[in-house]
């Protein structure tokens, strides 16, 4: 692959990646909120593979798959399967109806926020200035942080789980764009674990509305001092 | 025969765990457990014999590692886990009788006790930092049921909060580990995530990026050792967890926790300098103690205040990895023993007074001395070992943490520690006294004695550590120098 094409795609690449943050941060109906980090999961594995290609690297490939089939189909389709049963319990669509931060103010916060990831991240693309990845690396950043600021601030336990994937989503971001092979066994670990910890959140939510009768996490107040 | 050593406390609870899927509980299976448990301790014990003096081993294809700190953490593990499976016949029956709980569960519970018990082993035995990450976020999926057993609202409540704020934490912490592993690759490590490669190559790991890693690392590791400012989980979590699972949250996941600081602090120093380290982990154990403090004065669940208390000693450990001498270091590991001993054996106790009272609140319970002597001698005895009176090991390892603290040039902050631990202290005694002391609030309780041998052996154990370690010292001062450097 040429150079210049290899660069555009990965920009284009990491650009979806940012902007389907954005959109997650933006929407508030939970099914627009899982359809875009369903893309966003697709971006990322796109990633993987472009990266893949371009160091002819078979291993880096098999993530490439690893990650298409978690974050674009299976998470996914368990966040869907969550939203359908939310549904079928309340019989009404489900949305993020109060927000601790409105949509105007999130949206300059995740202004900020990228900038803050480039400023963060300057010694790590000064590790490989000559790598486009390394370049790309604040925007993996970006996610990251924009995938915290929307965790503390959702207040739905959908939306919650959604905002932690989104982070993770950034973090594997971060550790393809280093372009630096951690082993197999961790990075099989490390999915194993994403996905069991979204299996056991989606059976909490479930206990949630048995209990609390709603997924409103401000019906939390049990337990404090 | 040592690489069968090495595996079998991972192996053995996790054939506990089969056992108990196949089988279910009953009486035949009840000390099943604790079984596990003992052979976990008595592996421990024995690698830690038979590999005195020497290095550190790798096995399994260079997975997993043995050098003397996981040998000491196993034997944390093992020792701690024996004492809260043996509490678990004596409390599972108990639930059993008051009909909060059925077979069906108690052999759930069983089951994810011991995967609980091999992914900590898993933890401290992991070669690379990576597996490390695995192992630890492992044992937050495995305990999240545990946390929620009981179906109730609070219970609900406490393991959303304790799934959510620790898996976001450790997944800072596994930011920290790519950048890390970042840094590792550019500087020609091999296989990019080996502790014992990426201690012994840390000078070369760039600086910027090394910075970034060891912050994302300490904080989101700190964040599952209850460390202050992302410890909102730890009190909910701790207060629901039915006690024998209290016991092992308290009394060695945390240390396990902050093995894996350790662990980082080993590759950080070589790359940075001790200042760093030492100035966040100062900030953090402060903001740890202060705020241990603040809420145990007027806190009136004595389940939560233990859950306080263990954010108290968690800082304590931050101090005295913060001064970071070799000296401190063996303190620290001694604490991590003596507290979990302690600790366990206070909350399977607890566990026993919630039973025969039926509330959380320590107003709750007056004149428990009365009522169960033997119960209330626990608590005594168990709080008195907390807030380090001699001659139990906290008292050692407390003096220890202090002195370290005062040689490193921490002085102003080991001031400060040591007026917070005074404060903690007056008030556990306060709250413990109004529970032990005072006109009984209901009959004498019958057979509440029973299932209490554990906690007094544990509390027994921990005051012998105290007086006499023997040759537990050399495994201690051998533990340090793997995270010092210095032999």
Known sequence: MPTATYVELLNLACGALLATAVLILWRRQFAAIIRWFGVQGVALAALAALLAIRGHDARLG???????????????????????????????????????????????????????????????????????????????????????????????????????????????????????????????????????????????????????????????????? | MIDALMVAPIAVPLLGAVAY?????????????????????????????????????????????????????LIVIGAVGLLATAASPAWLRGEIAAGRATARTAARHSVLVQLFLAAMAAAVLAASLGIVWVAIEGTTIVTAFLVGQRRTRQAAEAAWKYVMICSTGIAIALLGILVLNAAAAHAGIPAGLDLAHLAAAAPRLDRGVTRIAVALLIIGFGTKAGLAPLHAWLPDAHGQAPAPVSALMSGVLLSVA???????????????????????????????????????????????????????????????AAAGSAAAIAAVLLHMLGHGLAKGSLFVSAGKVLQVTGTHRVDGVRGLSARTPLLAGCVGFGVLALIGFPPFSLFASELGIARAGFATGLGWVTALALVLVLVIAAALLTHVSRMLLGTPAGPAAERAGAGLAPAAIALTACAVLGVYAGPLTTLLHAAAATITGTP
């Not at chain 1, 996914?76 to 489900?94: M, S, Y």
């Open chain 1, 62 to 225: 098999a993530v490439a798959a690893g990650v298409f089939a978690l974050r674009a189909v299976a998470l996914p389709w368990l966040l869907r399967r969550a939203l359908a049963r939310a549904e079928a319990a309340a019989l009404q669509p489900q949305r993020e109806t109060r927000p601790l931060v409105n949509v105007t103010a999130s949206l300059l916060a995740a202004a900020v926020l990228t900038l803050l990831a480039y400023a963060v991240s300057r010694p790590l693309t000064a590790l490989t200035p000559d790598s486009p990845a390394a370049h790309a690396i604040p925007l993996g950043m970006a996610v990251v942080l924009i995938g915290f600021f929307a965790l503390v601030t959702r207040r739905r336990a959908l939306a919650q789980v959604t905002s932690f994937l989104l982070m993770d989503n950034g973090i594997t971001a971060v550790g393809l764009l280093t372009t630096a092979s951690t082993s197999l066994i961790v990075e099989l670990g490390v999915s194993l674990d994403v996905l069991l910890a979204v299996g056991v959140l989606q059976v909490l939510t479930g206990r949630l509305r048995e209990t609390f009768g709603s997924t409103d996490l401000d019906e939390l107040r049990e337990l404090h001092d």
């Open chain 2, 21 to 73: 899927l196949l089988i279910g509980w009953r009486p035949a299976t009840a000390w099943l457990a604790a079984a596990s448990a003992a052979l976990v301790l008595a592996a421990a014990l024995a690698l830690a014999v038979t590999r005195s003096g020497h290095g550190a081993r790798t096995g399994l294809d260079g997975q997993i590692l043995a050098d003397p700190l996981s040998e000491f953490m």
């Open chain 2, 258 to 320: 902050f093995y894996a600081i350790l662990r980082v602090k080993a590759i950080a120093d070589p790359a940075l300098g001790t200042g760093y380290c030492r100035s966040l982990l100062a900030v953090l154990a402060i903001a740890s103690l202060a705020l241990a403090a603040s809420l145990l004065i007027g806190q009136r669940d004595y389940k939560r205040m233990l859950a306080y208390s263990s954010i108290e000693h968690m800082g304590l450990l931050a101090l005295g």
